[in-house]
């Protein structure tokens, strides 16, 4: 989050996710995450609606070209996303009190890992 200071408040901002989602072992741990997933989406869907916000890309992760060479699938899923500024960005994913009681319950239900690139214009 120390990188939010460095970006410019000028121009549109883009965040790249990186996924890798857990693999429930049992019927009870699957049937939470189809839940969490469920209002994760939905609460997605509406807020998307509301915000100002372009996906770009939403989709799997089919392998690396080059770097780590030990053939270990580190992403399922890869999220691109334009916002039209760090404000809106701000808004959007941490300042929306739906949204934080989504991901509360979503990301440590089902992910095993997860990161979020930001970047954004030049600094002036």
């Known amino acids: 989050m120390a990188s939010l200071s460095r970006v410019s408040d000028n121009g549109k901002v883009v965040t790249i996710q990186f996924a890798k989602f857990k693999h429930p ?9 189809e839940a969490a997933t469920n209002a994760y989406v939905e609460t997605s869907a509406r807020l998307q609606q509301a915000q100002p916000v372009e996906i770009l890309y939403s989709g799997r992760f089919d392998g690396e070209l080059f770097g780590d060479e030990n053939g270990e699938q580190w992403w399922d899923g890869i999220y691109v996303m334009l916002w039209p500024c760090r404000e809106a960005m701000l808004k959007g994913l941490w300042l929306n009190p739906e949204c934080i009681k989504v991901v509360l319950v979503r990301k440590p ?4 890992k ?3 690139i930001l970047t954004g214009p030049e600094p002036e």
């Open 25 to 33: 072992s049992d019927e009870r741990g699957r049937k939470a995450l």
């Open 109 to 112: 239900l089902g992910l095993e």
């Open 114 to 116: 997860y990161k979020m």
